[in-house]
Antibody
């Protein structure tokens, strides 16, 4: 069974750093990209960026580039999303999802993690 | 970036009725790489349709997608109680990937 299991909820203060994780199982981790999507409270979905775990190649949304870093450790089938300095506006649920490549009809995410709630408040 | 505009914002319907959801893109979606997702409260999105018209694995055939270029439609042929949710369109043909703002399908 394909599963993406994300790390638990976090409460942080502005300026703090954070790394959340997404562990894949039930499939070959390096055969699928991992994408990260944000959902701010009561709002819609926003694509943040993606990584190919096979070689750690990344793409970022221009609006978020430089504020978040996406990485992966293929030896433990885990992808990460991290911040070096959180802002209150980073408060959101963050989802990881897998997808098959980036230029093909099946490239859209098919399996999603359960989401990680990040709350940033002073 | 490609902006996706969904309409209506909210659709109030009764079980058994037909739902028609629209998604319009600000420019042509590359290769019609347009997907539809369903999201229920407290849950992750669920893939329904990819490539504008292909149903994902395990999705009932009451869900169908159509359209090309800049205009796409998700149709639910007869609403079941579990179909009341928020639906998002998503284009994955051009980076950055983008989502529509969502259509809420609520019980009338």
């Amino acid at each position: 069974e394909v599963q993406l299991v994300q790390s638990g909820a976090e409460v942080k203060k502005p300026g703090e750093s954070l790394r959340i994780s997404c562990r894949g199982s039930g499939y070959t981790f390096t055969s699928y990209w991992i994408t990260w999507v944000r959902q701010m409270p009561g709002k819609g979905l926003e694509w943040l960026g993606r990584i190919d775990p096979a070689d750690s190649y990344t793409n970022y949304s221009p609006s978020l580039q430089g504020h978040v870093t996406i990485s992966a450790d293929k030896s433990i089938s885990t992808a990460y999303l991290q911040w070096s300095s959180l802002k209150a506006s980073d408060t959101a649920i963050y989802y990881c999802a897998r997808h098959e490549g980036i230029v093909m009809v099946t490239a859209t995410p098919d399996f999603w993690g359960q989401g990680t709630l990040v709350t940033v408040s002073s | 970036e490609i902006v996706l505009t969904q309409s209506p914002g909210t659709l109030s319907l009764s079980p058994g009725e037909r739902a028609t959801l629209s998604c319009r893109a600000s420019q042509s979606v590359t290769m019609n790489y347009l997907a539809w997702y369903q999201q229920k409260p407290g849950q992750a999105p669920r893939l329904l349709i990819y490539g504008a018209s292909s149903r994902a694995t395990g999705i009932p055939d009451r869900f169908s997608g159509s359209g090309s270029g800049t205009d796409f439609t998700l149709t639910i042929s007869g609403l079941e109680p579990e179909d009341f949710a928020v639906y998002y369109c998503h284009q994955y043909g051009t980076s950055p990937w983008t989502f529509g703002q969502g259509t809420r399908v609520e019980i009338k």
